[in-house]
Structures are given as C-alpha cells and as structure tokens.
C-alpha cells in the first residue's frame, strides 16, 4: 500500500495450454482472474503442441487480458506493475504473454516484473494465506514438474528434492492414456478413482533409498502397463472398463499420493518448517488433500490448501509474485527474454 493507494498488479500467463491474466491487489487480494484453458485444443494429441498453443494464445491473449481488467473494474492506467511468467515454458508460447506485457507496460509506463512459473507455484499458499508462517514446506505438482522446496522468506527458496523422471501429473496423463482415459489424466483418473477400491491392485511406490527428497514416477507407469498387459501376453483389444478400470485409477492415483505424502513427511521431519502448502495442477486433487489433512505428522503444520483456482496455472499467482519483485525492487527490462528452463535447482532466489 503506497500512501492508502492499493497496488494493483496485472499477471500474465501464457507458459503452456492456458492463456489466463488476474488483477490483483496488495499482493494477495484477487480482484480477477480468467482463464482460459486449450484443453479441448489438444486433447486429440494426449498432450500439448506447442505450435497450436502458441498459435491460440495470440488469438486470445487481448480478450483475456481486457476481461481481466474490466472484471476488476480498472483501467490499465490504474495499474501500478505488470507482471508476466518470462520461464520456464515454451518459448514460443511465453513470447505471447511477453510481446502483450511489454506493451502494456511500454504505453502506460509501468514496470515490468519477469516471473519464474513455478517460483510462482511455490508462492500460491502466501496468495491463499498471506500469514502462513515461515519457513514453509511447499510441494509442487504440474504436469511439468514435481519438486519441494523450503520457502523460507517471500522471493526466497531453496529446492529440496525434484522428480528424477517423470512429473507427477506427466504420470497420471500417461497412466490415464494407458486406461484409455482422457486427457487430461489427473482430472480422468481422480473421476474414475471414485468407485475403485485402492487396494484392489499393488503399484509400487519408488522412495529412491531411505534418505532421497527426490521422486521418480516412471516405474508406477511402467507397472500400469504391465498390469494391463503382462509381458509376453497380447495386447490388449480394449482398454479396462467398469469396476476394473475404477480400482485400477485408484489404485493408482493411491500409489501416487503416497510417495507424495511420504516424501513431505520424510522433508518436513528433516526441516523445522512451520507450514505446509502445495501448488500445480495436480495439488487440485482431492485424494491429496484428504490424505494430508488426515496426516498425523502433516497435518500438524499450518496447512495451506489453496482454492483448486489457484493450483492450476493461473495469472493471480503471477501478479502476487510480481507483487514480491516490486516489493524487492527487482524491475525487469523491456527486453526481458523468453526461457524456457526453470530457474537452477538448489538456492533459487526469485530474480527476474
Ligand atoms: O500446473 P498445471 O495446470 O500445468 C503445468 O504447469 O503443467 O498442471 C497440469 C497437470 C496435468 O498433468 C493434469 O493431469 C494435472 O495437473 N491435474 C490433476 C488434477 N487436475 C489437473 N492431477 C490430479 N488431480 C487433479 N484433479
Ligand atoms: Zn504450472
């Protein structure tokens, strides 16, 4: 707040299959927040194309970003920042959202704040609670990475542990596939969980030796596969249906969330956090979040369990970011490059 004049911050988001701008306020208050999802887009090819999501976000990033403002009711000229995921994504894809906030910020003279994606993630429980305490644990869960870290100050993080091969929701968009699921898999399995006993089949749960804060999902797909078609057997003519399919999705949407929860009791045993909150699409699931209220070590923290709005990509977790970079001075130029990489691993300050 400057002088009672409430900071209002325009996010944009364009790293992968959502175009989607937020105005927010103060750093946590969200005045707006549209969205506007490619799914239905790339639901034929089981994954996203980036020539097509690039070719969709330029279509739609000025409507989205208009009904941003004027579901907030402010003009651009109210603005006080504009911030923008600048990585990591498909380049193609951030060069949308990039070319619209330079724009933006370029005509009405506003800075420019470059925002890391999944920083971002690691950032939505101070969006949903801004007096969660500190340090938190934060786990991130997308269709693009999987990792926690210790979020010790606003800007200020430290990664603990990242998947080793597939991402948590890469594994239930393939597991789905193999079920004859639709894309994407999180959502068409938590569905088909719904009826299914999640002990009716015995997936593996990788753990990586008994001190690794680090995760690999490949295996639990490889089993999948190997349930539906035992090696040397035929394949399959048609995928599972009925209550077979319903326990296979449970069982496999379990065996998911245990490592998950495993690895969060293994990290929060190791570092005196006071807090836990978790981001990414796959934080919208609602298995997770019932094993981790339910947790006897876990849910003794300060659980944070952001609105399913905030969990997918979004560009309120973008603006409440920015709001940290204002805040820390940390003003982009107006040549801020796309990158697709994420920042390195290890002590990730939150730079533009
Ligand atoms: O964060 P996000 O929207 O985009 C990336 O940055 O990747 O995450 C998308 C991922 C997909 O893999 C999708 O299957 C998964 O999140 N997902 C879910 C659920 N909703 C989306 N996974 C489990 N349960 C859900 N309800
Ligand atoms: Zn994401």
Known sequence: MLGGVSELILGIETSCDETAAAVVE?????????VHSQIALHARWRGVVPEVASRSHTERILPIVEQALADAGVTPAELTA????????????????????????????LPLLGVDHVQAHVHTGLLADPDMPLPALALVASGGHTAMYLLQAPGETTRLGTTRDDAAGEALDKGASLLGLPYPGGPSIERAARTGD????????????????????????????????????????????????????????????????????????????????IGGGVARNLRLRERLAGDDQLGALRLVLPDLSLCADNGAMIASLGAVALRQGRVSPLDLDAVATPLAGGKAKVRP
């Not at 103060?26 to 549209?34: L, M, Y």
């Not at 090696?231 to 969330?257: H, I, R």
Request: aromatic share 6%.
């Open 82 to 109: 504009v911030a923008v995921t600048h990585r990591p994504g498909m380049v193609g894809c951030l060069l949308v959202g990039l070319a619209a906030a330079k724009a933006l910020a370029w005509r009405f003279g």
């Open 198 to 277: 999640r002990r009716a089949f015995d997936l593996p749960r990788t753990l990586l030796g008994p001190d690794s804060l680090d995760f690999s999902f490949s295996g639990l797909k490889t089993a999948l596969l190997y349930t539906l078609r035992p090696q040397g057997a035929p394949e399959p003519a048609d995928p599972p249906t009925g209550q077979q399919l319903a326990d296979l999705a449970a069982s496999y949407q379990e065996a998911l969330v245990d490592v998950l929860i495993q690895k969060l009791r293994r990290a929060a045993a190791r570092h005196p956090v006071q807090s836990l909150c």
């Open 26 to 34: 103060n750093g946590h208050v969200v005045r707006s927040n549209v």
